[in-house]
């Protein structure tokens, strides 16, 4: 079947950074997606990884190791409203999305 | 407007009732999803509707009825709901080209809860 898997939930510092992981067993794969989801709100894109490495786009970074099955995303200089949901996402072969549960980040002063 | 609303945020019903959900998407896209989102589970993709044609119907319960009338509206009829329904549903919309189908913009979500 098809499997992804990250934390729960997790807990950082404000100022701090944080590395939220995510692991993927897909038959095929054609991209990974990060979303951000505030509670109560609406899921918004972050990133999109296609070829190994590292993409960054300000506070925010992904990165993505198909031979592993591995991404994480990193966010830097944590603020307060960086507490919400990360949900990773990888688009099998079928491009078919196939989801996490999410990660609740909780962003302590 | 902007972007992809839905109507009403919040709804609670009985188990005999019958509501509908309404998405609108204000960009253009030619896809329209319905997603469940349930506390701690991933996305559950519900129905997709690409160019108005329903192109993937996984296994959902005929108690939930799609209509997506043009490429800007897509509903979700409810009818005789069970308790274990309550959940959040999310619409999205997207560009779908041959292939990928492109960043998601979704809705707020539908906040149901099923007495």
């Known amino acids: 079947g098809q499997n992804i898997d990250q934390p729960t939930e997790m807990t950082a510092t404000e100022g701090a950074i944080v590395q939220i992981n995510c692991t993927y067993q897909t038959s095929g794969f054609n991209g990974l997606f990060w979303y951000q989801q505030h509670a109560g709100e609406a899921p918004t894109f972050l990133s999109y990884n296609v070829l190994d490495g590292l993409e960054e786009k300000g506070r925010f970074s992904s990165f993505l190791s198909r031979s592993k099955g591995y991404s994480y995303l990193l966010l830097k200089e944590l603020q307060m409203k960086d507490s919400a949901s990360y949900l990773c996402a990888v688009l099998d072969s079928n491009y078919q999305l196939i989801w996490g549960a999410g990660t609740k980040l909780i962003i302590k002063p | 407007e902007t972007g992809v609303t839905q109507t009403p945020r919040h709804l609670v019903m009985g188990m005999t009732n019958k509501k509908s959900l309404k998405c609108e998407q204000h960009l253009g896209h030619n896809a329209m999803y319905w997603y469940k989102q349930s506390a701690k589970k991933p996305l559950e993709l519900m129905f997709v509707y690409s160019l108005e044609e329903r192109v993937e119907n996984n296994i959902v319960p005929s108690r939930f009825s799609p209509e997506c009338p043009n490429s800007s509206h897509l509903f979700l009829h409810l009818h005789t709901l069970q308790p274990e329904d309550s959940a959040l549903y999310l619409c999205?919309?997207?560009?779908?080209?041959?292939?990928?189908?492109?960043?998601?913009?979704f809705g707020e979500g539908s906040r149901l809860t099923v007495l």
């Open positions: 999205a919309s997207s560009e779908k080209g041959t292939g990928e189908p492109g960043e998601l913009f």
